[in-house]
């Protein structure tokens, strides 16, 4: 088993059935985008760039769905918030799967993609 399915494995219910769908549409939604695990946590990769990390923070309640570029996308995406002031990481954060707005996240998460297929750097906006 890869440390990526270990990670959602080894997670407390509603965010391991969270997390295991979000990746299904994850995966379906950018067939292109390579799964990683990284700073001890899921990351996806697009054309080698950091797109988007799954993590469940210690403290809180909630799934955090975090976009690497996400300062440039809040404009147009309202949902995405600032978790304790991060310079250019916004997310979504998801409690359960009555919250999780599928067709929403597909609609943010190709913006996303479109985004960091055109930036000539990842985490710097």
Do not use: C
Request: hydrophobic share 35%; net charge neutral; proline share 6%.
């Amino acid at each position: 088993m890869n440390p990526v399915e270990n990670y959602f494995l080894n997670q407390k219910e509603p965010y391991q059935s969270l997390m295991l769908y979000i990746r299904g549409v994850i995966k379906r939604t950018l067939p292109t985008i390579e799964e990683k695990y990284s700073y001890g946590i899921p990351f996806y990769h697009l054309e080698k760039k950091p797109l988007i990390y799954l993590n469940v923070l210690k403290g809180t309640d909630f799934l955090d769905i975090a976009f690497v570029q996400g300062i440039k996308l809040q404009e147009e995406f309202p949902e995405l918030k600032d978790y304790k002031n991060r310079k250019n990481v916004r997310s979504i954060q998801v409690k359960n799967m009555e919250d999780f707005d599928e067709l929403q996240f597909v609609v943010l998460l190709n913006a996303a993609g479109e985004l960091s297929l055109k930036s000539k750097s990842t985490w710097n906006p």
